[in-house]
């Protein structure tokens, strides 16, 4: 698996985490849920958009090596 097939597999995958989160959400509204929100999700969440910035950065840096060395 290359790096934007991974990048686009994390992304997809994030973005059906928290789809059915939402839906898990309006069912379960209670101080837990808050709580494994707050301490699970939304730091999952944070970390996951940071990969996948450095995933952009480091494709960019990849294609200009490539660039460079033909």
Do not use: V, Y
Not at 13 to 40: C, G, I, K, V, Y
Request: contains cysteine.
């Amino acid at each position: 698996m290359g790096m934007h097939e991974g990048r686009a597999r994390l992304g997809k995958s994030m973005r059906q985490l928290m789809a059915r989160w939402a839906a898990t959400r309006m069912q379960w509204n209670d101080a837990n849920a808050e709580n494994f929100e707050t301490q699970h999700l939304a730091p999952l969440e944070a970390d996951l958009r940071l990969a996948l910035t450095a995933m952009d950065q480091m494709s960019q840096i990849l294609q200009q090596i490539k660039k460079d060395c033909e």
